[in-house]
Every structure is written in C-alpha cells, then in structure tokens.
Nanobody, 115 residues
Framework: QVQLVESGGGLVQPGGSLRLSCVAS????????MYWVRQAPGKGLEWVSH????????YYAESVKGRFTISRDNAKNTLYLQMHNLKPEDTAVYYC????????RGQGTQVTVSS
C-alpha cells in the first residue's frame, strides 16, 4: 500500500531555511504527481506545492512562491521541499501526499518558525 514518510522538519528562526524530504513506497512513484500540504495549529489542510511526474512542472501557493522549491528524485522515490526565508506563518505540520487534499499522507514533519 501507499506509504509516505516525511522528515527534515525542526525549529528555525525567521529567515532561516529547511529542506523536507518524503520517501515513497508501495506505488510507482515516478508516474505520480506529488503534493506538499501543511496544517497549521487549529487550521485545516492547506495545499503548498505540487510537481508533475517527471519533475518538469512545478506549482506553488502564492504564500510560498519565490521562497519554496519542490523537486523530486524518481530514482530514489523521494520528494523534496526546499524552504528559504521562513516566516512564523509557515509554522505547521508538513505532509507529502497524492493530491491537494492530503490523500495518503504520512505522519508529517513539524516545522516551527520562531525566534
């Protein structure tokens, strides 16, 4: 079955950077579009970014455009999210998923942006 395991979160100061990873198994990763979604405390799931199967097209929410970069390594079945210039409002649990609604997401990785 689909298994997605996120990692790379942590506590970072405003303006800092983190790189999230998501290792996929149980399906043909290289044929799927993949998504990052996040859930801030007390809020619903929010789509952050997604990427096509080949990694040639990427899409971003306005709130992260220019600061976050999504990428993938199909040989390693791994999805990435490079985050720069982090803001307190980026604090959330980040999930990789099969779609923008968070289908199949893993346990998530906590990102906390605070001074």
């Amino acid at each position: 079955q689909v298994q997605l395991v996120e990692s790379g979160g942590g506590l970072v100061q405003p303006g800092g950077s983190l790189r999230l990873s998501c290792v996929a198994s149980g399906f043909t990763f290289s044929t799927y579009w993949m998504y990052w979604v996040r859930q801030a405390p007390g809020k619903g799931l929010e789509w952050v970014s997604h990427i096509n199967a080949l990694g040639s097209s990427t899409y971003y929410a306005e709130s992260v455009k220019g600061r976050f970069t999504i990428s993938r390594d199909n040989a390693k079945n791994t999805l990435y999210l490079q985050m720069h210039n982090l803001k307190p409002e980026d604090t959330a649990v980040y999930y990789c998923a099969e779609d923008s609604k968070g289908t199949g997401r893993g346990q998530g990785t906590q990102v906390t942006v605070s001074s």
